[in-house]
């Protein structure tokens, strides 16, 4: 059984900082890419960051300059450091990891973190 489980989410005031953190657990052969989406209340989900196994980086352009994505590939984590939060950051936010548990790789998704950016 393959788990991505993520923890650091909560309330914090405009200009403030979190840090998400996410790790995959199980049967687990490689993973690619790794990152964040986030769904706001009557939005879609959409994504914050990601990186690949090599390092490369993908940010959504509102998160630019504020957010790091990185990962710690021997511990199969990813963590997203968001400095500067804004009201408009306030979303429920999902771990992503694109990974082989066989011979094809498939997606699989954390449970969801809610973080609260009071104005």
């Known amino acids: 059984q393959v788990q991505l489980v993520e923890s650091g989410g909560g309330l914090v005031q405009a200009g403030g900082s979190l840090r998400l953190s996410c790790a995959a657990s199980g049967s687990i052969f490689s993973i690619n890419a790794m990152g964040w989406y986030r769904q706001a209340p009557g939005k879609q989900r959409e994504l914050v960051a990601a990186?690949?196994?090599?390092?490369?980086?993908n940010y959504a352009d509102s998160v630019k300059g504020r957010f790091t994505v990185s990962r710690d590939n021997a511990k199969n984590t990813v963590y997203l450091t968001m400095n500067s939060l804004k009201p408009e950051d306030t979303a429920v936010y999902y771990c992503y990891a694109h990974m082989f548990t066989g011979a094809i790789p498939e997606d699989y998704w954390g449970q969801g973190t809610q973080v609260t950016v009071s104005s």
């Open positions: 990186v690949t196994s090599g390092g490369g980086t």
